[in-house]
């Protein structure tokens, strides 16, 4: 069954972009559906066409797409689909970005610069899309960028849980930054009240993935850490706050990051690190070039599926996927 009724005949419908079919065949299958239809192809000169291939009028649309490599290509993709389900008088479309593209440029660090993040919003709007969904942004105005509701979902019960169960307790929660010193105190309470302490660093900004770490701030001795993240690009930052952590004194450094990005030279960096386990979840496509024996990968899927249905639904999403859940 390509989709899910109502008793007032309202009809879920999900599609998904090329970029990652394994996430949207099993967001599908844990609602109980199955991906529809949909023909998508290119022209000579790399022009995307879209096309669903049963009726789609009066619908409930949800459109699934990630975006890793090549990034560009992927949002064009998803923007042809979502204008061709409004064309086709779909009801309502809601676009399901695991990983938000362009979050990283969410503000004006220099004179000049473009907030890309808010371009994004901008263009799904445009083509169509009438709600958001995503997992973890990389900051929380993001959500303010699109004129509409936004779903923001939160890997962190799925990953704390998994530590949890595989440490036991006995963790301090180690920002890598200032930036996500509240997201280490949510973990800590997820923990049962860990320590908290965080790395304090300075970034270059002229040098793009440039970070020169510098200090930890809070007590390290001896400690097992949790280095958390929201998403791993390329190594440099998490790779550098787990050797100042293990030359601080900590014991042993365990990473949990929701989005595994794993740009060059990620793997490399993490393969020859210190770090004990690298846990992420699958909101992005990994290859096999991306696994290798120290790195763990959660399905996203199940928390995905249970937030399409609430919102199919009419029901709270914030209910079951608040951070501080």
């Not at 090329?18 to 949909?38: F, K, W």
């Not at 459109?63 to 389900?85: C, F, H, R, T």
């Not at 309502?92 to 990283?104: G, K």
């Not at 083509?127 to 993001?142: E, N, P, Y």
Request: aromatic share 6%.
């Amino acid at each position: 069954m390509t989709g899910m009724k109502t008793q007032g005949e309202k009809t879920l419908l999900l599609f998904s972009g090329r970029a990652h079919p394994a996430l949207a065949d099993e967001v599908a299958e844990n609602i109980g559906i199955a991906v529809s239809p949909t023909q998508i192809r290119e022209f000579a000169n790399g022009e995307i066409y879209a096309r669903p291939e049963e009726s789609v009028r009066g619908c409930d649309a949800f459109v699934i797409q990630s975006y890793g490599p090549p990034i560009n290509k992927w949002i064009m993709e998803a923007l042809i689909m979502v204008d061709a389900l409004k064309r086709a008088s779909a009801k309502r479309i809601t676009v399901v970005m695991p990983f938000y593209p362009y979050a990283r440029q969410d503000k004006k660090h220099l004179g000049r610069e473009p907030i890309s993040a808010r371009l994004i919003a901008d263009l799904f709007k445009t083509a169509g899309a009438d709600r958001l969904m995503s997992v973890d942004l990389h900051t929380a105005q993001i959500q303010g960028f699109f004129d509409g509701p936004v779903d923001h979902l939160f890997a962190l019960p799925l990953l704390a849980d998994y530590i949890a169960d595989k440490y036991g307790g006995g963790f301090t929660v180690v920002s890598p930054d200032t930036g996500r010193v509240r997201m280490a105190e949510r973990w800590a309470d997820r923990l049962g009240g860990a320590p908290v302490a965080f790395v304090h660093k300075t970034r270059d900004p002229k040098v793009a993935n440039q970070v020169v770490a510098h200090r930890v701030v809070g007590d390290v001795d001896g400690q097992r850490c949790l280095l958390i993240d929201d998403m791993i690009a390329t190594g440099g930052t998490i790779t550098k706050a787990a050797d100042i952590l293990l030359d601080s004194g900590a014991t042993e450094v365990v990473v949990a990051a929701t989005h595994g990005e794993f740009s060059e030279p990620a793997i490399d960096r993490l393969k020859n690190s210190r770090i004990s386990e690298v846990v992420v979840t699958n909101t992005l496509p990994l290859t096999d070039d991306h696994h290798y024996d120290r790195l763990t990968v959660l399905s996203i899927a199940p928390l995905i599926a249970r937030a399409i249905r609430e919102v199919f639904e009419d029901g709270s999403v914030t209910s079951l996927f608040d951070g501080n859940a």
